[in-house]
């Protein structure tokens, strides 16, 4: 892995040069951050299981037509994707105030919305990610408005499926967090799902018992983040019934040993 070219370092995750060019591989860390980056920790196993969930979601995504960057996974904490250029803009799909959207308009978490909403934040670290409307987009050309019409039509039927995603598995989808790229095809370039979906960018909730499986433990200190983030791959079906964390810990250790 130290042979390999290092194109970017983010928070969750390393992003590699890959075999081909057009390609890069993408490594999962166990880091987590919040607020932007003021807390920062470790969830042993994150990265491990965030790999398996956005290979799944990103799977199926591909299945109902979503052009996404994802190519395979290749091993337990990486892999390929298709090279883009990131649009500058966080997608956010909330179908239940949660977050900061309460703070910033008086909302009581849990209150579902009237439909769903999608809000765009610049993708800048500096600035706090601030929210943005399309004028601003439009105003500093960060997207094109065809570009805009691609983002947000996906996002509404990215947010779709996986509404039905969850719901079959006792989970409410309340918000997530997409990010997309330029896919350069020639003198043309087409726009493609990027980044990741996981835990570590969604709100969600047990239907039941409104238990948080996401960030959210690491955020508000609620404890018990990596036996969240495993509930949710367990009940989509990527780990057996009686895996625990430390069997994803070990089996991830064992295969660095062998050196894979
Ligand atoms: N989110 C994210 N990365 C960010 C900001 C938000 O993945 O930089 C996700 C977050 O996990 C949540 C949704 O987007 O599922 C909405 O986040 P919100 O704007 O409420 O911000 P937060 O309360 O997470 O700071």
Known sequence: MSR?????????????EGPEPGTIIQYFKDDATAFNAQK????????????????????????????????????MREQLVRQVEIVPIEVIVRNVAAGSICKRLGLTEGDPLPTTLIEYCYKDDDLGDPLIAEEHIACFNWASADEMQDISSMAIRINDFMCGMFAAIGIRLIDFKLEFGRLFEGDFSRIILADEISPDGCRLWDMESNEKLDKDRFRRDLGGEVEAYQEVARRLGLLPE???????????????????
Do not use: C, M, W
Request: proline share 1%; aromatic share 8%.
């Open 242 to 260: 009686d895996v625990n964390n430390n069997d994803v810990v070990d089996l991830d250790s064992q295969r660095k040993k062998r050196g894979k």
């Open 40 to 75: 920062r920790g470790t969830i042993n196993g994150k990265g491990v299981i965030n790999n398996r969930i956005s290979e799944y979601v990103f799977t199926q995504l591909q299945h109902i037509g979503i052009p996404t960057h994802f190519v395979r996974r290749l091993n």
């Open 4 to 16: 390999r070219r290092q194109i970017y370092e983010g928070k969750a995750k390393i992003l590699y």
